[in-house]
């Protein structure tokens, strides 16, 4: 996600990671909460050290993933000629705060593209390396019946890229749902002012947001009463349904007011 900023600290518990390609980068302590959600389970169904190790691996591959992510959006934000005050990852996944909004449209378009760009090269990168680890198996001990290498050390190169392909898939399709502040969201906006007066373009696009943080929140229930899971999506949908009527109703009154 991109919200400008013209301030604000980090929030208190949060550990700075260092200074990454000139821009600040911390850990929030909600955190926590999204490395029990992946851990745990992974922890019930394969128990003692394997577990805990696959499990962290799978926040590794999530978050780092989610890092890219944002760091595309503060690079090309750079180059368009916004600063980032820094990156954060917490609870709800990763948030570049900007200094504000690029001078032009196309910048913003621009910047908001950057971000699921990364995942789309991540994919590519993962499922070319994937094709590898598969074309050396062949010439080895074969395939298993889901399709992996039975070779210990092929099969957990390619468990991992396999998880690492999968997770910037679901990362790129995630972000590109029209749910403003999320990328498909910020992607809509821009397109539409293109055309449109600014607060047409964004009443319309807080009114598509209402309707896909309904689908979430409506998904997000039936995946937490059929087996459990949903909980952070169905979090992010709440809040971005109550932000958007918000919105709606004072974009209302402004347009009114002209």
Not at 180 to 193: E, V
């Amino acid at each position: 996600m991109l919200p400008s900023s013209t301030g604000a600290e980090p929030p208190p518990g949060s550990l700075s990671l260092g200074r990454w390609f000139g821009i600040d980068v911390y850990l929030e302590a909600a955190i926590l909460l999204p490395v029990a959600l992946i851990v745990l389970p992974i922890m019930q169904q394969i128990p003692g050290s394997m577990g805990l190790i696959l499990g962290l691996l799978l926040f590794v591959m999530l978050f780092g993933s989610v890092l890219l992510h944002e760091f595309g959006h503060a690079l090309m934000a750079r180059r368009c000629g916004v600063g980032t005050r820094r990156i954060s990852l917490g609870m709800l996944g990763g948030v570049a705060l900007l200094d504000g909004p690029s001078p032009t449209v196309k910048g913003d378009i621009l910047i908001t593209i950057a971000g699921p760009l990364v995942n789309v090269v991540l994919w590519f990168l993962a499922d070319t390396a994937l094709g590898f680890v598969r074309q050396a198996a062949v010439s080895g001990a074969g395939f298993s019946e889901s399709g992996m290498p039975l070779n210990e050390s092929l099969f957990f190169t390619g468990m991992t890229l396999d998880l690492l392909r999968d997770i910037n898939k679901g990362l790129l399709f995630f972000n590109l749902i029209p749910a403003f502040p999320m990328d498909g969201g910020r992607l809509l906006f821009g397109l539409l002012r293109l055309k449109l007066d600014p607060l047409k373009a964004m009443l319309i696009t807080l009114r598509v947001a209402t309707v896909a943080a309904g689908l979430m929140l409506g998904y997000a229930v039936w995946r937490f009463t059929n087996g459990g899971g949903g909980i952070i999506m169905g979090f992010i949908a709440f809040q971005i349904l109550s932000g958007s009527l918000l919105k709606i109703r004072s974009i209302r009154d402004a347009l009114a007011a002209r």
